[in-house]
């Protein structure tokens, strides 16, 4: 019963979001906040991940490097999953500011792919003696950063910013549906090649066995990504939002 | 035929046009008037569904023939391909005997990309009688016609009118036209941003 | 639909554009890989039902930004926008002209342009059959690219950049049925897959290419 009335109480006022005055204001509220839980949280999270856990019997020292991979990868594929939600709004409801929620979205994710892709790398060559393996996991982040630029690039094609809005949200939404398939594809396509032989990746948290010495920090580092995403995103939105009213206000001149 | 209430159209988010009210009935043809700029041809687009209004209703029975600027014109068909198409997309059957309206006839198994710019503005008002469609909306028509044809065009508006079609046209210059003209300069004074909550202060 | 299938099919063909550019792309593409890998012919029949694919895959791309192209600067797209016609079939029609002038004659060419690579017949008889299969997604997907590209200059970068990601799918299901009847295995749910993807592709991707289309209009 508690939940239904925290919904009902929850949806109208997100939706009051939409409105740019309104998001600026709430934004603007929450943002301060946000950076110092975000501080808070990533650092511990880092600071107990790097030197107050000890080193990993089979892999030494290399395996800090989770407390930047896996939390990087978690919102490299949220960030992808919040640009559709943003895309499906605004098709839907025609209401800038989520539209522009997901153009702010699309860079911080592709970085967060980025650098899940590099310290995956980072962390395979001692492990498998070579940086890039096509193993299906890597393989997938890397076409969900194919998607991203495809994203982002179409952003950056077209002036008329209702029409590129529509756009790349047909973009994105067609994206996700074929991001979902390739990742199907390509479990076929490893397993297809190389029966039997695929790399086991250690990839933290979906692996049983890992003790709860890592896991505790690993937890914190991922909130702590979470919610470095949620302030990224802010200030993403809020600039493109004071880039709308800027255009806004140049056509006032025009107009004159 | 058509009933416009309330519209307003703009482009590239500031309003062209505000407050446009004007009922065509069968037989009645209305000419738009007004400066380059002012909006016409967005107001055409959006009568003709190309475009979305701002504000206010667009209602009209059956579909609508369009003729715009850019003509449609594929160059390595000919005259009579060009309109067979366009008959097909319409549903409509097509006799040769259409040609003789603005005397294309001669000029029928002549790949289009060898007709003159008059010749084809002459082939794109022979396509609006192929459509069958009531209502035609057309874009300075007679742009680069020539005074014999433009003579033409005028008879063939006014037997469509007469066969209880209607037509919806915009001119820059006067047209020798037994129709009414709206002249859009009185709508364009209201001029504003359009783009939905950005038009106050964010702080 | 059919006229203005009929139309694209006819245009294509006078201009010279559509059966022929496609094809001898994909040629040139077959034949400069002995160049840059060696003359071996074993290494050559390895690669080759991946390559042939890949080439078949280009080719459809490279073609598929004229499919609205033509229509959007000459103004007839905006006349076909406001004709009965509902736009999810436009984009349909011409996907289908598109397959007929570029995948079907790519997927019969394949298996003889295998030849060169040293692939056997029976093999190159899979391929075709592949891409049979697969050239239909190849040009729907292609040609929704083509509407989100439509007003850009110069789109064509943007446009692979935009397709290539989504060809993805139709390339791993294709090289891999390919691959194992190289191998001499059973033809395994591969062949389904690709035809999946096409099925799907027409399922979906005309909503979203008029809404392309539509926004492009506006």
Known sequence: MRTILGMKYFWPYFWKLANPKVFMRWSGLCLPWLIALTVLCLGTGLIWGFFLTPDDARQGSTV???????????????????????????????????????????????????????????????????????????????????FY?????????????DKVADLTSVLALVGAVFAVLSRYAVLFWNQGLHQGTTVTV??????????????????????????????????????????QRLQVLEGLEKLK | MLKVSNLSVGRG??????????????????????????????????????????????????????????????????????????????????TEEVLLTYKLNDLAQRPAANLSAGQKRRLSLTRMLVTGCNLWIMDEPTASLD???????????????????????????????????????????????????FDEPLE | MIQLFTRDVVLSVRSGGGFGLALAFFLIVVVLMPFALGPDQFVLAKIAPGLLWLGALLACLLSSDRIFGMD??????????TSPLPLESVYLAKSAAHWLTTGLPLSLAAPVFGLLLNLNLKVGGVLCLSLLLGTPALSLIGSFGATLTLGVRRGGLLLSLLVLPLYIPTLIFGALAVNAAALGKA??????????????AIAVLPFFSAMALRANLQ
Request: hydrophobic share 50%; with cysteine.
């Open chain 1, 149 to 161: 630029i495809g994203y982002v690039a179409l952003w950056a094609a077209i002036e008329n910013q």
């Open chain 3, 72 to 81: 959007y600067e000459d103004g007839t797209l905006e006349l076909l926008a």
């Open chain 3, 187 to 200: 033809l395994d749910g591969s062949l389904l897959s690709i035809l999946a993807i096409s099925l799907g």
């Open chain 1, 202 to 243: 250690a990839d933290g948290v979906n692996q049983k066995n890992i003790s709860s010495i890592f896991f505790q920090p690993l937890l914190l580092s991922m909130i702590g990504f979470g919610l470095l995403f949620l302030t990224l995103l802010l200030v993403g939105t809020r600039t493109e939002i004071r880039a």
């Open chain 1, 64 to 146: 800090k490097i989770i407390y930047l991979h896996v939390p990087s990868a978690f919102i490299a594929i949220n960030g992808y999953f919040v640009m559709v939600l943003g895309s499906l709004f605004w098709l839907v409801r025609r209401q800038h500011v989520s539209v522009l929620v997901a153009k702010a979205s699309a860079p911080i994710g592709m970085t967060m792919t980025v650098i899940a892709l590099t310290t995956g790398a980072i962390w395979g060559q001692p492990m498998w003696g070579t940086y890039w393996v096509w193993d299906p996991r890597l393989t997938s982040f890397l076409i969900l950063f194919l």
């Open chain 2, 13 to 94: 988010g500031i309003s062209l046009l505000n407050d446009v009210n004007f009922v065509l009935k069968a037989g009645q043809a209305l000419v738009l008037r007004g400066p380059n700029g002012v909006g016409k041809t967005t107001l055409l687009r959006c009568v003709a569904g190309l475009q979305d209004p701002l504000l206010g209703d667009i209602d009209h029975e059956g579909s609508v023939a369009y003729a715009a600027h850019a003509e449609g014109i594929k160059g390595s068909m000919s005259v009579i391909e060009n309109l067979k198409f366009w008959a097909d997309v319409y549903g409509r059957s097509m």
């Open chain 2, 147 to 197: 005074a014999e044809n433009i003579a033409l065009f005028y008879m063939t508006v006014n037997s469509h009118l007469q066969a209880g079609g209607a037509a919806l046209l915009s001119a820059h210059n006067d047209l020798n036209l037994n129709a009414e003209t709206l002249d859009l300069a009185q709508f364009c004074k209201a001029r504003s941003i359009v783009t939905s909550n």
